[in-house]
């Protein structure tokens, strides 16, 4: 249902935003040539200082030696990107359209009483419990299964169909997967970063599990939501309210590496993620300086 929700959604809000005065300010143009430049200047002054505070702190206290960090120390800031100039041309098309569509429409939405709100997040996130079950359950992990089966009665009864969530104040806490953390388990890799239209960040284990997941609940058709008419109706309610419920803005800070930082932030969480769902069985840590997603 989410993937469905594109075209309606900018039907939704171009009609919503149709009195509403809206410009769209100018991205920062890309000029990788300077940008790296840039950070090559920047990285030598950062070394400089680090330096200067080594010899400072040796001369202060002679007693314990200072060991300068290295490169080594740190890990690599490469993620493994082959479809870079793509993903940057849909990156830039993401912010456009957050900043001529989403964002004006999650204002409006953002002024319907907090009850309502709360209520209708609850109510996806009790529709996503249904995918959770059933990864669980290909996970071979039958107690957590059940424990999102048990959220999902409550919510839905005395929860009046998920629009409160009941479980969490009974100490059922929330602890969804997808079929993205079941790929993990199996033992396959995030692979390539790549970056979806509308959806964002990602990386092609990620999009798999996305079509995956989609698949479950369109197959399962729970009170026969992911199908008909309605669905576009529900689609849109649930993409308005994830966006609203998250913070991040494109080009906010205005820094010229956004789009390396969050890709380096999003590929290194994927793998910090894999690393505790396998730690029983990777037990070597990852060498320092590979490059990430690859």
């Known amino acids: 249902m989410r993937r469905a929700v594109c075209i309606g959604l900018t039907a939704l809000a171009l009609s919503a935003c149709a009195s509403q005065q809206m410009s769209i300010r100018n991205l920062p143009p890309e000029t990788p040539a300077a940008d790296n430049a840039a950070a090559i200047k920047s990285a030598a002054a950062l070394a400089a200082v680090a330096t200067a505070a080594a010899h400072a702190a040796t001369a202060e206290d002679s007693d314990h030696a200072v060991v300068p960090l290295t490169t080594a120390d740190a890990p690599s800031m490469y993620s493994y990107d082959?479809?870079?100039?793509?993903?940057?041309?849909?990156?830039?098309?993401?912010?456009?359209?957050?900043?001529?569509?989403?964002?004006?429409?999650?204002?409006?939405?953002?002024?319907?009483?907090?009850?309502i709100r709360s209520g209708v997040h609850n109510f996806f996130a009790n529709l996503d419990e249904v995918k959770t079950i059933v990864n669980y359950v290909v996970q071979l992990k039958p107690a957590a299964g059940a424990h999102s089966l048990g959220r999902f009665v409550i919510n839905s009864t005395l929860g009046i169909g998920g629009l409160f969530d009941v479980a969490t104040?009974?100490?059922?806490?929330?602890?969804?997967?997808?079929?993205?953390?079941t790929l993990s388990k199996w033992g396959l890799h995030p692979g390539p970063y790549l970056?979806?239209?509308?959806?964002?960040?990602?990386?092609?284990?990620?999009?798999?599990?996305?079509?995956?997941?989609f698949g479950v609940a369109y197959g399962i058709n729970l009170v026969g939501l992911y199908r008909g008419?309605?669905?576009?109706?529900?689609?849109?309610?649930?993409?308005?309210?994830?966006?609203?419920?998250?913070?991040?803005?494109?080009?906010?800070?205005?820094?010229?590496f956004?789009?390396?930082?969050v890709?380096?932030?999003?590929?290194?969480?994927?793998l910090i993620e894999d690393d505790a769902l396998n730690a029983k069985d990777r037990p070597k840590e990852r060498a320092v300086g590979a490059p990430a997603g690859k």
């Open 229 to 256: 008419d309605k669905t576009w109706g529900f689609g849109i309610v649930d993409a308005v309210d994830q966006r609203s419920n998250t913070t991040f803005r494109y080009y906010a800070t205005g820094s010229p």
């Open 82 to 115: 082959p479809w870079e100039p793509m993903n940057r041309l849909i990156y830039r098309f993401n912010a456009r359209f957050d900043e001529a569509i989403y964002l004006p429409v999650v204002y409006d939405y953002g002024h319907l009483p907090a009850p």
């Open 195 to 213: 970056v979806l239209p509308l959806l964002g960040p990602s990386t092609l284990r990620d999009s798999i599990g996305l079509l995956g997941d």
């Open 263 to 270: 890709r380096f932030l999003y590929v290194h969480r994927e």
């Open 258 to 261: 956004e789009y390396e930082t």
């Open 169 to 181: 104040k009974l100490k059922l806490e929330s602890e969804p997967t997808g079929l993205s953390s």
